[in-house]
C-alpha cells in the first residue's frame, strides 16, 4: 500500500536560517508526490509537486523540494526562512490504485523564531 | 474568485443528531473531495467525486453520505452524528488528476 511519512512533528528554525521538512515515501512504480501548507484556520495550499523530470522543484513562496529516488525521500526546503513560513505542512503522494486520490502524511509543523 | 466555499463554518450537535455540510466550487472543476483532518492524522479522505454522477468511498466512509448534486456542488451528510465524529471537515476540487486540489476552509464540527 502506498504510505507517506513525515518523521517530525514540530520543526524550529530561526528567521534567515536555512530551514528542511522531511517527507519519505512509499509507492509501487513512479511516485506523484505533493507538498501543501496549512495556516491556521485555514484549507491546505497547494505549495508544489513532483510528477516527472528535474528532481529539484521550485514552488510558491520560494519554497523548493528535492526528490531522491534511491532515498525515496521528497524534503522541503526553504534557503532563509520567515516568521510568515510558520505553519502546518503536509506531504502527500498520489494513490497509485486511483490517481484521483491524494494519501497525506501526519502533518509538520514549522515554527520560525524571530 | 470564491474558490471552494464550505457551510457552515462551526457546528455543534449531539449525539444521533444529523446534518448536511455543504461545499460549492465556481472553478468548473471536475472532481471533489470531502477529508477530515484530526490532530496527529493528517487528512483522511471521506467520499470523492471524480466527476459529476460518480461517487466512491475513500478511507473512512463510515458513518457518512454524499451527494453530488451537480458540477459545482458536494454535500456530505451525518445521518446519526456520534462523538468520533468530532472534527474539522474540509472540501476540496481539482480539474483532474495529478492537478493540485483546491480546498475550503473548513467546517469545525464538535458532536457532544
Known amino acids: 500500500a502506498q504510505s507517506v511519512a513525515q518523521p517530525e512533528d514540530q520543526v524550529n528554525v530561526a528567521e534567515g536560517n536555512p530551514l528542511t521538512v522531511k517527507c519519505t515515501y512509499s509507492?509501487?512504480?513512479?511516485?506523484?508526490l505533493f507538498w501543501y501548507v496549512q495556516y491556521p484556520n485555514r484549507g491546505l495550499q497547494f505549495l508544489l509537486k513532483?510528477?516527472?523530470?528535474?528532481?529539484l522543484v521550485k514552488g510558491s513562496y520560494g519554497f523548493e523540494a528535492e526528490f531522491n529516488k534511491s532515498q525515496t525521500s521528497f524534503h522541503l526546503k526553504k534557503p532563509s526562512a520567515l516568521v510568515s513560513d510558520s505553519a502546518l505542512y503536509f506531504c502527500a503522494v498520489r494513490d497509485i490504485d486511483s490517481s484521483y486520490k491524494l494519501i497525506f502524511g501526519s502533518g509538520t509543523r514549522l515554527l520560525v523564531r524571530p | 474568485n470564491a474558490g471552494v466555499t464550505q457551510t457552515p463554518k462551526f457546528q455543534v450537535l449531539k449525539t444521533g443528531q444529523s446534518m448536511t455540510l455543504q461545499c460549492a466550487q465556481d472553478?468548473?472543476?471536475?472532481?471533489m473531495y470531502w477529508y477530515r483532518q484530526d490532530p496527529g492524522m493528517g487528512l483522511r479522505l471521506i467520499y470523492y467525486?471524480?466527476?459529476?454522477?460518480?461517487?466512491d468511498k475513500g478511507e473512512v466512509p463510515n458513518g457518512y453520505n454524499v451527494s453530488r448534486l451537480n458540477k459545482r456542488e458536494f454535500s456530505l451528510r451525518l445521518e446519526s452524528a456520534a462523538p468520533s465524529q468530532t472534527s474539522v471537515y474540509f472540501c476540496?476540487?481539482?480539474?483532474?488528476?495529478?492537478?493540485?486540489?483546491?480546498f475550503g476552509n473548513g467546517t469545525r464540527l464538535t458532536v457532544t
Open positions: 509507492v509501487s512504480g513512479n511516485p506523484y
Open positions: 513532483y510528477i516527472t523530470g528535474d528532481n
Open positions: 472553478m468548473n472543476h471536475n472532481s
Open positions: 467525486s471524480a466527476s459529476e454522477g460518480t461517487t
Open positions: 476540496a476540487s481539482t480539474p483532474g488528476e495529478n492537478s493540485p486540489l483546491h
